[in-house]
């Protein structure tokens, strides 16, 4: 027999059923809120055009994207390629279908992507992201920038993680900001430096800036610039007296106050203005935002998101505003893993085994089966004839209770249910 | 501006966000059903080793599979290719995961899959399929065969559709009955004939039965057998009176028994013995069975499934029997929408719209909209500022209810439900 490697391709999570069951309850709760804050689900093919997913991507994305084809290749197939995100195929969604979708345009995807990237641990090829995106037809109030945001950490609420904090900032509060101090032309490296900086000593961004051709005045301005954090009014104060004329960002301050505003009536508690975030991607025109867990910084962003000013600028002229977040739920599920913050006991699928000690005792485990199943449990019937306690340690690894039916059950009608951890018993 | 074709490819379900409403509900019931039943989901990924895909494989399903590479070919990167089904990733998973599963393992996959067929009106080339199977190890009883079609029944029964049939045979009866006529080796030839009875005329049938070289009596048999259908002891009847001697079919008969048995025990309505039934697929080893709307019998199976005797062979010397069924959501969906045998009009995917009347509004709209979530409502806040018309006729096209706040309702904190659809207005 020809030996196969059984072990699925590196770069891909697979897990056992009672992991995959805390996963997929994870990824049920995302859904749920996405809903019941009005998101409607879309699913678009996972196999999209190469030229649509490469209109604006390059470097990276380009070198680790998918591309598909089929042995039996034929003369209609375009060059097809596996989607490394929701945001393109969305965008191609919204310019295909706009005359049929009622805008703003809220829309959830919750789905796997794919991105060849190099191996390595806590890395994957094939992720879940959870996207929540509101998208305008020329325009989109900033109050919706506050909704996502609301939304995303509802979302996380559902995790029950230990304390967690958005981080929110505005990418025109930096440009304005680089352009009072003539660096508008650094704004790439510069942005690049302060994103990276939680991650380095103090000194090195300085230097960093330096080796720029920063003067010390402008170092020591970006250098305040980005550890400016707290309320709206504590950054405004923080600002005016770094700057002196709020003028040149007045229109991103206006946008920030505007989003706390309605984040604090939205009673969405936890957030705090952070000029350090950045996000890294480029499409980010205004609000941008990081969710982080308080006691363990280490672990970075478990969910982000921003204001977009054209989702679909490659595909049309017709302007297309939005904002979104995400959570890399794969990617997020092995490092809440790691540090022991998921509850991975919760994970038993199964309510109830039935345990019929004999064929004669089937009808009657069905008919149990059934009752509870009504119930919303969930109930597997043991239908093999091994002993008992083979069955029984069966039933102990994907269930809660276990119901044994003899005949005895079968004449008295009463089913007693035995809790596989602590033997206590109670009456069905 | 480069002009880009945003269609998606030929062969991908892309639906509106009102029809993914509809298709997610019934993937929703379905997932239910099997988790009822005390199935456990896995995922495997979409992404597998060429190898292990096309161990078995060969002929349409190696021309149909979709290769995958990177741009950025690196050296420890296998053959790939997108899984073209459930069963083959499972067998891997079950050989792989083993010792970590509880066997029988009721295993549920309920995700896509991918075959590069030739583009036609109706053909998916991505796809959902709602698999459920029941692996055991060494053996496997047979009363799990009809555990599988019950599960697989009432996971239909939620799309309410008109009457089902639910047609079941056995192969071993097939395989006892060519041999008792001494036509074991045209089993393929015959499979064949019979598998497509169904959809040409009856002498037709008879014509490529003599075209194989079969004799009038041979002939004559084979064509009773095909047509034997109804309870177990009516089959048994007519079994006897076409070959005499019941002694080669016997082993296939006791399951039929059992498995016909075991469904009238568990109430499961609508079966009928149906030796027509083969199923294609060549790994089908005993029992087999098909889903029909018996007003719609053009449509073909809606479900179907199976009992294989080793679901591992390519890959390990263990034995895995095993016996599944499959319902073929994307298919199964796009065929009932064409009949108009699905309620498209319930897929109004959120409960209330809120319009504040302006952003002094906002702080009690989300009050409003919090507490209607927790009542597990979806509820959509329009932050915009449009005139009114405007986001009535939004709200019309996502909702069923829209709530105006303005500065009355907030001074009363009375608030009043709009049905979009008949006018009539409910206070919350």
Redesign the interface.
């Known amino acids: ?2 030996k ?7 770069g ?7 992991e ?2 805390v996963f ?1 309850q994870l990824k049920q709760n995302i859904s749920d809120v996405y ?4 998101f ?10 190469t ?2 997913l490469l ?1 604006k991507a390059g470097g990276d994305t ?11 290749e ?1 003369a ?3 060059d ?1 390629a ?1 989607r490394f995100d929701h945001t393109v195929p969305l965008a ?2 919204v ?3 706009n005359n ?5 345009f ?2 959830t995807q919750i789905n ?1 992507n ?1 991105r ?1 990237e ?2 390595q641990r806590g890395r994957f ?2 992720f879940y992201q959870c996207d929540a995106d509101i998208i305008g037809r020329e325009k989109l ?1 900033i ?2 920038d506050a ?1 996502v945001i609301s939304c995303i950490y509802d979302a996380l609420k559902t995790f029950n993680l230990p304390k967690m904090v958005i981080r929110i900032s505005n990418r025109k509060v930096l440009a304005g900001f680089l352009s009072a101090l003539g660096l508008s032309d650094k704004s790439a490296e510069i942005s690049s430096i302060i994103d990276h900086a939680e991650k380095v000593p103090a000194e090195k961004s300085k230097g960093a800036l330096y080796e720029l051709g920063l003067n010390d005045e402008q170092v020591n301005k970006v250098y305040d610039f980005m550890f400016t954090k707290g309320s709206y009014t504590e950054v405004e104060n923080s600002l005016r007296n770094i700057l002196g004329d709020l003028a040149p960002i007045q229109d991103g301050l206006d946008e920030l106050k505007e989003v706390t505003n ?1 984040l604090a ?3 969405t508690d936890n957030f705090v203005i952070d000029l350090m975030i950045i996000r890294g991607l480029d499409y980010y025109t205004g609000t941008v935002f990081e969710t982080m867990l308080e006691d363990y910084r280490e672990i970075g962003s478990i969910a982000s998101g921003g204001r977009y000013d054209n989702l679909a600028s ?2 049309t ?1 017709q302007k297309f505003p939005g904002v979104g977040g995400s959570i890399g739920l794969t990617r997020l599920f092995f490092i809440l893993r790691e540090y022991n913050l998921l509850n991975m006991e919760t994970g038993n ?2 309510d109830y ?1 039935i345990l019929p000690l004999s ?1 004669n005792e ?2 009657d485990s ?2 149990l089966a ?1 009752k509870l ?1 009504d119930q ?10 091994r002993k008992l306690g083979d069955r029984f340690n ?1 039933a102990g ?3 809660d209770y276990a119901v044994v039916i003899g005949s005895n059950e079968v004449i008295s009608q009463k089913y007693i249910a035995k809790n596989l951890k602590t033997g206590d018993t109670i009456e069905l």
């Open positions: 027999m020809k196969f490697n059984t072990s699925p391709l590196s891909m999570q697979e897990l056992l059923p009672t995959q069951a997929d809903h019941h804050y009005g409607l689900n879309i699913e678009t093919p996972i196999i999209e055009r030229d649509i209109a380009e070198k680790q994207i998918y591309m598909v084809n089929k042995t039996d034929s209609d197939s375009a097809q596996l191609r969604y310019v295909e279908h049929d979708l009622a805008f703003p809220q829309v796997r794919f060849g190099r191996a090829r094939e109030p109050a919706y909704k309605i009536a939205s009673k490659n595909f002229d699928p199964v085994v064929p089937f009808e069905f008919e059934h199943r919303g449990k969930t109930v597997d019937v043991d239908l093999t004839d069966r690894k994907i269930a």
